[in-house]
């Protein structure tokens, strides 16, 4: 169930979340395939955020995390009652600070990356390095789980295509940034892995804003009709 479904403002912080998840894979996919000696396959999003032009993957943590705090509120607003409605929001909004945190906590040069950096884990980690993996957790930890909560809630409301797909979502952005860590010490694609795994989430979110935005309107316009007759 909804609420305010003629509150513009409630659908603008709802269509933060489509452009804040979709704009964050648009500006990692290409900053990395222009970044000289950056290997998209082999290094993680989080290394653009090093070297010359490192600020451009900063501002897109930032901002994405900024504008994904606007869609958890938005999401508390037009969610009333039922499963995850609360806590819902709360992982959506975990999920945006914990992108904001890895703005501002940049990681450690690794794995060759920028030029000159250690060929793998460096031998002492700086702090800001450090918080960079910490916030990662949280990253990666609470998108999942909000998938999970709304394919519980989605399976409340008998949409089982969503409750299927929100929970595919969560297993595959757990699985992908798994075999992203392993492979990353054998020297594997640990990029490619990575990025399946925020594809896979960011993409979830992004259609997540959109189904909501777009059901709100259906609902609203029905309303008005029914009020009509």
Known sequence: MQRNLKDPATQWLLVSGAVGAFGF????????????????????IS??????????????FIVTGVLLLF??????????????AVWGPILIGAFGLGLIAAGVFVQDPAFGYPPGAPAGIPEAHTVHGTLHNVVSLVVFGSLPAACFVFSRRFLASRNRGWAAYSLLTGFAVLAFIIMSSVVLFRGGPAGLFQRLSVGAGWLWVGLLAIRLIRERRKIAVAGERASVA
Not at 30 to 41: E, I
Not at 48 to 58: C, K, N, T, Y
Not at 71 to 84: E, I
Request: aromatic share 8%; no cysteine.
């Open 71 to 84: 869609f958890a509120l938005g999401l508390r607003r037009a969610l009333v009652t039922g499963s995850g």
């Open 47 to 60: 290394a653009l955020s090093l070297g010359e032009g490192g600020w451009i993957q900063i501002t897109n």
């Open 25 to 44: 894979v648009i500006v990692a996919l290409a900053a990395g395939s222009v970044r000289p000696q950056y290997n998209p396959l082999y290094h993680h």
